[in-house]
């Protein structure tokens, strides 16, 4: 079992920054998939990056339009996770989950995780 919880969402305005974070819980918190969604209002959740491996090598894997100014880290001493964003624009707003899974492919899919936090607000004024 995992437990996973968000923090760091608030308002901000275009073109500024903010650092979500995802505390899990749970012993196996390394062998995780890890991955950030996102959803606006009226509109389906959607990928927006996640961190998992291969044998020794790490990955990361980032929705188009969050490349370059998101960044996705972990902290294995802490069991946490964060999602760096800058350069924030108005359609960035949503509220943002942290999503925990075993699988290391099809990563995008939000039915694969089984382990979700209860979502931050981000919200980006123009």
């Known amino acids: 079992q995992v437990q996973l919880v968000e923090s760091g969402g608030g308002l901000v305005q275009a073109g500024g920054s903010l650092r979500l974070s995802c505390a899990a819980s749970?012993?196996?918190?390394?062998?995780?998939?890890m991955a950030w969604f996102r959803q606006a209002p009226g509109e389906e959740r959607d990928f927006v990056a996640a961190?998992?491996?291969?044998?020794?090598?790490?990955?990361?894997y980032y929705t188009d339009s969050v490349k370059g100014r998101f960044t996705m880290s972990r902290d294995n001493a802490k069991n946490t996770v964060y999602l760096q964003m800058n350069s924030l624009k108005p359609e960035d707003t949503a509220a943002y989950y942290c999503?925990?899974?075993?699988?290391?492919?099809?990563?995008?899919?939000?039915?694969?995780?089984?382990?979700w936090g209860q979502g931050t607000q981000v919200t980006v004024s123009s």
């Open positions: 961190r998992t491996w291969s044998g020794e090598s790490t990955y990361y």
């Open positions: 999503a925990a899974g075993r699988q290391t492919t099809v990563i995008r899919t939000p039915s694969r995780y089984p382990y």
């Open positions: 749970g012993r196996t918190f390394s062998s995780y998939t």
